[in-house]
Every structure is written in C-alpha cells, then in structure tokens.
C-alpha cells in the first residue's frame, strides 16, 4: 500500500498527536526525556511491523514533504542564532568537532574489532560503524556499493540499513535519559533568563500568546531565508562545493538574523519570538515523526548475531564517551549536559534525532540556547565531511 504526499501526512500529525498525548500521561516518558514524535513514531512503526508479518502489507510512504520540514526547521535554527552567543560558545564548537572527528574513527574501531573477534567480514564492522551511525540512512546508501565491492560484503545494503534503523531508535530514546543522569547526578541547572528556541516547556504551553501576525511573520522570514539558502547552495555547487540545502538554508538564516534587525532595528523581527519556536517544533516533530513511522523494524530482526554485538558495543562506548569524556571537556555545565546528550542522538542517529532529544531536555528542564546552535553546526557540516575522510581511510588500509 502507498500512501500520496496528503496522505502521509496526515498520518505524521496522528502520529505526532499520539506521541505528545503518550509524553503527557506517562510521566516516565517525560522524567527520562523521550521526545514525542519518537514515542509516536516508534509506536507507528511497531504497528506497521504487526501489520507486516500478520498480513504481509507493507506501507509506503511519500516523503517529499519530509525534506521541506527538515529545510523549515533548519531556517529556525539559523534564524534563532545569535553570532555573540556563538562566539562565546566557539571553544564548544571546536571540541565538539574534534569530538565528531575522533568518534568516527572509534566508531569503526569498535566496529571492526568486534567483526574480527567474532569472526565476521570486517566490512560488516565498517558498515555498523560510522557509515550506518554517525552517517545514517544517506551515508549507508552511498558507501555501501563501495564497502561490498572493496571487502567483499554481498548483502551490504541490508546490514547498513539495519544497524542506521537501530542506530535512529538507540539514538532517540538513550539521549534523554544521559541528559537526566547527568542534570541529577550533578545538580545543574539553567541558566535565568533565555526562552526556548525550538517548542515551549510544558507548563508554558498553555499561557503561549501567539497571533496571526507573528506567524505570519515567522514564516515570511523563513521563506526568505531559504529562498536565499537556495541561491548561495547554486553559487556554491557552481564552484564545486556541493552541501545540502538545509545546510546553506541554516547559514542564510544566521545572516539574516545577525545583520537585518541592526540595519532596520524597528522591523519586528521574529528571532526569540514564540512563533518561530513553535514553528521549529511542529517542523521539527512532524520530520521525525515521519521519519520514524516509516522504519521497517522487521529488518532489525534479520540482524545476525555479529551485527547485533556490533551495534551494542556501539551503544556502550557512545555512552561512556558522552557521559564521561564529553561532558567534562564541556566545563560540566548544564549546557554541557544537554549537548551531551544531543550528541549522543547524532552520533547514533541522526542530527533532527540529536535536536529532538535536546528539545524534551530543555522542555523539562529550561533553555540552552547555545546547544542548539552549536550541536546542528556540528552535525549538518562537519560531521558528514569527517565521515567522508575517515570512512575512505579504513578502506583503503581494510583493502589491502
């Protein structure tokens, strides 16, 4: 059964409907930081799962509106940046980026090591490293062609696919509880002050004050931005510089934010506004939860026992890295704490999963503007042109 563009979407509303009504009535899911269009979306997908092996119908879904939403919420992003935060948060930025490039390379250690161990083609350890992980669905479906015919792996796509659906799950339900140990063991707190840049807290959501002209505005300003995201991604392809659009969408909204409201200072502009974050939320909520509704969890059991081992040896040393290392070059703060645990999400997952578990944190428990500034930077740009490198490195040397 395929389901049209209309279709698909009105079934990610249900979907993100039954996530944000099962996060308001089981506390658990809330105390741990389980964001909600992951909590629907998994619910979604394990029904569809039923419906696969009871009847053998398998749901398609049309995902053109998915890549605009993703598009949407980095605008948001972008345009709720502000450069002095950024540059007061650079030394996080740099070592979150060393930390991306170091966690490529431990992810495929972790991966081949335990191949080898285990007996296994050391091309399944490479595709369950950084290619299905830190990469994901994308990375999995461009390197896996290449990592079958250099090592040697006949079923490449399907072991990538799986442990990138693992990857997405483990991501998206590990990173909040991470953040919550980390905010209770140490005792840490928000700073006063900062609203959220992506949704609202849970007891705000019922006194937000919005209007027709707030929104409006919102989107006009993101319609804009990506429209001029647009033309620098043609001006920089042209050059031979290919990014993805939400990226350039993301950097077109940080200038926009940083220089339009000093050159026109009365113009009402939307950076901090409710309706920019509640914009970022539903984008942000309806791409995930899109995104999840449509994992074919049956593949998770096909897994082989190798891959399997693999991909819980990936877990434990994420963990370990996250909550022990990371959070301490951090300055073990409660900005630290959450962007350990967004990163967590992206390194296991995917950068809108890194953001979502960032905004069940801060719904719970206050802002941390500057996360959300630095963790997409790092997963929309520099990890992907890590992965790249490290990921041809180990095939060269594994192809010997």
Known sequence: MELDQRQTLILAILVLFLGRWLNRHVATLREWNIPE??????????????????FKLQIAFTMDTRDMLLMVFFTTIGLSANVRMLTAGGWMLVILTVVAAANNVMQNLVGVGVAALL????????????????GGHGTVIAWAPTIAAALGVPNAMEIGTAA???GLIAGGVLGGPLARYLITRNRLA?????????????????????????????????????????????????????????????????????????????????TGSPSLALVADVALGLFLAMSLMSLQLWTLLEMAG??????????????????????RLLGRSYDAAVMSSGFLGLALGAT???????????????????????????????????????????????AR
Not at 37 to 54: E, I, Q, R, W
């Open 119 to 134: 007996g296994a083609s050391p091309g399944v350890g490479l595709l369950a490293g950084s290619a299905a992980l830190a």
């Open 37 to 54: 269009p992951v909590t629907g979306g998994l619910v979604a997908s394990c029904l569809f799962g039923v419906l696969y092996f009871a």
């Open 306 to 327: 190798p891959l399997l081992a693999i991909l819980v040896a990936q877990i434990a040393a994420c963990w370990l890295l996250m909550g022990w290392l990371v959070f």
């Open 190 to 270: 928000p700073a006063a002050g900062p609203s959220l840049m992506v949704g609202s807290t849970y007891s705000e959501e019922s006194r937000l004050k919005l209007d027709a002209t707030g929104v409006l505005n919102a989107i006009l300003v993101i319609a804009i931005a990506i429209g001029l995201g647009g033309r620098l991604n043609e001006l920089l392809a042209g050059w031979g510089l290919k990014l993805p659009q939400f990226v350039t969408a993301l950097f077109a909204g940080i200038v926009l934010s940083n220089t339009v409201p000093h050159v026109l200072p009365k113009l009402h502009w939307p």
């Open 164 to 166: 990138a659906t693992f």
């Open 352 to 398: 809108p999963t890194a953001i979502a578990t960032m905004t069940a944190v801060t719904k719970v428990h206050g802002a941390s503007p500057r996360s959300f500034i630095v963790v997409p930077l790092v997963g929309a740009f520099f990890v992907d042109i890590a992965n790249s490198v490290t990921l041809q490195a180990f095939l060269t040397f594994l």
